[in-house]
């Protein structure tokens, strides 16, 4: 049978500003969602059009580390549940079935492993999971630099029958390139998929690192999902940003990365078609992946 590609959608928070709308540091994409949440929805709505079966909630930011402790106690669990309804009236609008991800990122810190905190991050991972528990099709834990971080996303949404999808961020620094692929934490991506697999999730991916890494770690998913058969549905996806060399301390939305200019959607479809051959069968974008991108995924699958 001919393998079966989910399209996902692309990065938020850079369509956010390109499309004009309230953008700062640190609040990020939140920012959006307090001051404009009609541009969310206009990014929804872009990535939709572009093709996208999947969207993800505009929760990512929704954490003490970018709008601050006392804003998080006081409209977290208010702005969760928006993110959620912008998304779902957004996928519900359109001519097709579009699916809502539920964005869950780490709550300590984005790429900084050694910052999580379990017994810090619990309650913030539990607001956002109430807040967007309504409106989302599965839950999406997204920028894992651990396999730490994902089994608490297990624990915290617990029996919860929406699917869970984990997906881990790579090291992509200079020495990357010459190493088995390893989270940001060190441990193997290999491991990783075993992690995915023994917490019942029902994908494993790999987020917001460099295209160039990737592929290793599709490999190794699918050769461990080869040689057992009784995980044989979990799927394997990729979203990569669209990065310049991201320095080995630095912390993802700290500050505006510069975006690579040879990622073009021509650029960045030669990726995703390598990933789909290593048998990956969900891919999409990360941070400086937009809809034009999207677009190009979408029409190079429904010519296969």
């Known amino acids: 049978?001919?393998?079966?590609?989910?399209?996902?959608?692309?990065?938020?928070?850079?369509?956010?500003?390109?499309?004009?709308?309230?953008?700062?540091?640190?609040?990020?994409?939140?920012?959006?969602?307090?001051?404009?949440?009609?541009?969310?929805?206009?990014?929804?709505?872009?990535?939709?059009?572009?093709?996208?079966?999947?969207?993800?909630?505009?929760?990512?930011a929704i954490v003490p580390f970018h709008i601050g402790a006392e804003r998080f106690e006081r409209d977290?669990?208010?702005l969760a549940a928006l993110a959620g309804r912008l998304g779902r009236e957004s996928?519900?609008?359109?001519?097709?079935?579009?699916?809502?991800?539920g964005s869950l990122?780490?709550?300590c810190g984005s790429y900084r492993a050694e910052w999580f905190d379990p017994v810090f991050a619990r309650p913030i991972l539990a607001t956002l999971v109430e807040g967007l528990r309504p409106f989302v099709d599965h839950w999406q834990a997204e920028t894992l630099s651990s396999i730490e971080e994902a089994e608490l996303v297990r624990e915290v949404i617990g029996r919860d029958a929406k699917p869970l999808w984990l997906s881990f961020t790579l090291r992509d620094d200079e020495e990357?390139?010459?190493?088995?692929?390893?989270?940001?934490s060190g441990q193997r991506a290999f491991d990783a998929a075993v992690?995915?697999?023994?917490?019942?999730?029902?994908?494993?991916?790999?987020?917001c690192s460099q295209p160039e890494v990737m592929g290793g770690a599709v490999s190794?998913?699918?050769?461990?999902?080869?040689?057992?058969?009784?995980?044989?549905s979990l799927r394997i996806g990729v979203y990569a940003n669209a990065f310049a060399l991201v320095r080995r301390q630095a912390q993802v939305n700290s500050e505006l990365n510069e975006i690579r200019g040879d990622l073009t959607p021509a650029g960045y479809l030669a990726w995703v078609n390598d990933w789909i051959n290593r048998g990956a069968d969900i891919?999409?974008?990360?941070?400086?992946?937009?809809?034009?991108h999207i677009r190009a995924i979408r029409e190079s699958i429904g010519q296969r």
């Open 195 to 207: 992690a995915a697999a023994r917490l019942g999730a029902q994908a494993v991916l790999f987020n």
């Open 283 to 292: 891919v999409g974008g990360c941070c400086g992946i937009g809809p034009e």
């Open 76 to 78: 977290g669990l208010r």
């Open 176 to 184: 990357a390139a010459s190493l088995e692929p390893r989270l940001r």
């Open 1 to 60: 049978m001919p393998q079966r590609i989910t399209v996902l959608d692309g990065g938020t928070g850079r369509e956010l500003l390109r499309m004009g709308a309230p953008f700062r540091q640190p609040e990020w994409s939140a920012w959006a969602l307090m001051e404009a949440p009609v541009f969310v929805s206009r990014v929804h709505e872009a990535f939709i059009v572009a093709g996208a079966d999947v969207i993800t909630t505009n929760s990512y």
């Open 91 to 101: 996928a519900d609008a359109g001519s097709r079935h579009v699916q809502v991800a």
């Open 220 to 232: 190794l998913a699918r050769q461990w999902v080869s040689e057992h058969p009784e995980s044989a």
């Open 105 to 107: 990122p780490p709550i």
